[in-house]
């Protein structure tokens, strides 16, 4: 579990590497733009900005609901923390990103959103029972690496490549709370019917802009995912935890 944690650190402080090796970091520099209208102040996109703040949120007010708990050692306190500490940096970089629709903005919000999504799978997969896959940890570098050569490299995939991540994520997510027949798999789809309906917001907003006649959706995406994120670290960290024991 140590060794998760330091991963996930280090990944972290990958994104100064980024920052190092990507010198485009003037306003409207990004490939990628939504339908909120471009502001010429200093935040370039107000409503996605802030919607993005949102995300930040639920990281910080799960980390103070978490440091209520008594057993700072446990399993659920460790897994529970590296998820909402990866919670608040994809808010904050997010927030960048919306703030000036820079290159590196972007670069800085997919990679966070890489790492988390990996964090998540390495966590789950680990504790998963009816899971064949061994040698977790080296999956999880693995993953951490690919993510960003992808992120550097190959930019016109990356979307797909987190959307194939999440898909697998909920496949494991699934598989957990079906075989375990636990009482909280009511929330537990509710949270799923909420992440479907916010990456509808999503595509609506990024494929159908044109036709949307000003209207922009995006920020209603943030907002539903920063909910959906916090929601089912507290319904499944537990759960992993209780396998633990």
């Not at 290159?103 to 890489?114: E, F, K, Q, R, V």
Request: some cysteine; proline content about 0%.
């Amino acid at each position: 579990m140590n060794l998760i944690v330091q991963i996930t650190i280090s990944s972290m402080d990958f994104l100064l590497f980024l920052i190092e090796k990507n010198t485009n970091t003037l306003y409207h520099t990004s490939d990628v733009d939504f339908c909120e209208k471009n502001d010429s102040t200093f935040i370039v996109e107000k409503f996605n900005t802030l919607s993005s703040l949102v995300i930040a949120f639920y990281g910080i007010y799960g980390l103070c609901v978490l440091y209520k708990n008594d057993n700072k050692y446990s399993i659920e306190y460790l897994y529970s923390r590296t998820l909402f500490y990866n919670l608040i940096i994809i808010g904050l970089c997010s927030a960048y990103f919306h703030s000036t629709i820079s290159a590196l903005g972007h670069l800085l919000d997919i990679y966070s959103i890489a790492c988390t999504l990996s964090t998540a799978i390495n966590i789950v997969d680990t504790n998963n029972s009816y899971s064949r896959s061994k040698n977790h940890n080296l999956k999880f570098i693995l993953m951490l690496i690919i993510n960003g050569l992808i992120c550097l490299l190959f930019r016109l995939i990356e979307v797909f490549v987190l959307f194939f991540q999440g898909i697998y994520l909920s496949r494991l997510t699934d598989s957990i709370i079906i075989h375990a027949k636990i009482t909280s798999k009511r929330d537990y789809f509710k949270t799923k019917l909420l992440f479907i309906a916010a990456i509808v917001f999503w595509l609506i907003d990024f494929l159908l802009c044109d036709h949307l006649n000003g209207i922009h959706l995006h920020f209603i995406f943030h907002i539903m995912i920063g909910k959906v994120a916090y929601d089912a670290i507290k319904i499944l960290i537990p759960l992993m935890s209780d396998r633990n024991t």
